[in-house]
T-cell receptor
Framework: AQKVTQAQTEISVVEKEDVTLDCVYETRDTTYYLFWYKQPPSGELVFLIRRNSFDEQNEISGRYSWNFQKSTSSFNFTITASQVVDSAVYFCALSDAYVTYKYIFGTGTRLKVLA | EAQVTQNPRYLITVTGKKLTVTCSQNMNHEYMSWYRQDPGLGLRQIYYSMNVEVTDKGDVPEGYKVSRKEKRNFPLILESPSPNQTSLYFC????????????FGPGTRLTVL
């Protein structure tokens, strides 16, 4: 069965600190996709990144970076020099490519960035 | 503008009164899906559709029905709502199946009294 675990329920940091949000997944499929979404206080779900299981290169987008490690089944998300606007709930998600067509979300991590 | 729309955005109803939440996308996406979001549980997939007339159960389908008669629309039907269906509901669509990026609607907050 597929599963996504975000063990950090809530994290508080002071502005300009770096913060890493953890995501651990389980799947038996060899081809799958991982995602991160952001849900700001306004409630909408904003897509951040999609990564396929064959691409283990880390990705950087501005202050955001993602570390994908198949060996530990993790897809962690780091925000560098956090800002108050980063305060949100962040969800990690998993989807297999050919088998169930389902999407499995983690329970989310609430990030509070304090000024 | 490419978007997923949901209606209504807010709904308060009573136990047993049938209701439909509509979802529509204008991106010609094949895949559409419904989720519910509850505190501490994240998003859980209710139903999904891979194309017109093709639907399948997600992880929490009990108490819900869906239909996909047209590619752009994917309504969620609660035939006899109960208080445990009080939740925030999201509709999403993606170009295809197989792990494509999903784009979400704005959400529908449903309260069942």
């Amino acid at each position: 069965a597929q599963k996504v675990t975000q063990a950090q329920t809530e994290i508080s940091v002071v502005e300009k600190e770096d913060v890493t949000l953890d995501c651990v997944y389980e799947t038996r499929d060899t081809t799958y996709y991982l995602f991160w979404y952001k849900q700001p206080p306004s409630g909408e779900l904003v897509f951040l990144i999609r990564r396929n299981s064959f691409d283990e290169q880390n990705e950087i987008s501005g202050r955001y970076s993602w570390n994908f490690q198949k060996s530990t089944s993790s897809f962690n998300f780091t925000i560098t020099a956090s800002q108050v606007v980063d305060s949100a709930v962040y969800f990690c998600a998993l989807s297999d490519a050919y088998v169930t067509y389902k999407y499995i979300f983690g329970t989310g991590t609430r990030l509070k960035v304090l000024a | 503008e490419a978007q997923v729309t949901q209606n209504p955005r807010y709904l308060i109803t009573v136990t047993g009164k049938k209701l439909t939440v509509t979802c529509s996308q204008n991106m010609n996406h094949e895949y559409m899906s419904w989720y519910r979001q509850d505190p501490g549980l994240g998003l859980r997939q209710i139903y999904y559709s891979m194309n017109v007339e093709v639907t399948d159960k997600g992880d929490v389908p009990e108490g819900y029905k869906v239909s996909r008669k047209e590619k752009r629309n994917f309504p969620l039907i609660l035939e006899s709502p109960s208080p445990n269906q009080t939740s925030l509901y999201f509709c999403a669509s993606s170009p295809g199946t197989g792990g494509d990026t999903q784009y979400f609607g704005p959400g529908t907050r449903l309260t069942v009294l």
